[in-house]
């Protein structure tokens, strides 16, 4: 078992940019994919990306892609979320999660494959 924790969140101006970073506990980070979802006030969880194994196979949501880039670092057991040009409208809790089952087209934004969550970080955007 994996527990994922985030840091990294805060506060940004519109067009800004914050590196939130996701940590494991336990067993290493390289055993699972990795994904990113948010949840916005008032709104259901959504995708935002997801990072396979070997962290060659990468993912984003549509409303990201462009903007954000997802990386990881096996040395440090860590998973990186780069966001730029931030938007207000990105405004939300973020969370880690991970999966024991491998990533594949199709299945990377489905949330009741992520095994473990991290208690999530608040990101807000000022317009």
């Known amino acids: 078992q994996v527990q994922p924790v985030e840091s990294g969140g805060g506060l940004v101006q519109a067009g800004g940019s914050l590196r939130l970073s996701c940590a494991a506990s336990?067993?290493?980070?390289?055993?699972?994919?990795v994904g990113w979802f948010r949840q916005a006030p008032g709104k259901e969880r959504e995708f935002a990306a997801a990072?396979?194994?070997?962290?060659?196979?990468?993912y984003y949501a549509d409303v990201v892609k462009g903007r954000f880039t997802i990386s990881r670092d096996k040395a440090k057991n860590t998973v990186y979320l780069q966001m730029n040009s931030l938007k207000p409208e990105d405004t939300a809790v973020y969370y880690c999660?991970?999966?024991?089952?491998?990533?594949?087209?199709?299945?990377?934004?489905?949330?009741?494959?992520?095994?473990?969550w991290g208690q999530g970080t608040q990101v807000t955007v000022s317009s």
């Open positions: 999660a991970t999966r024991e089952s491998p990533l594949y087209s199709g299945s990377y934004s489905t949330m009741s494959l992520y095994n473990y």
């Open positions: 990072i396979s194994r070997s962290g060659v196979v990468t």
């Open positions: 336990g067993r290493t980070f390289s055993s699972y994919a």
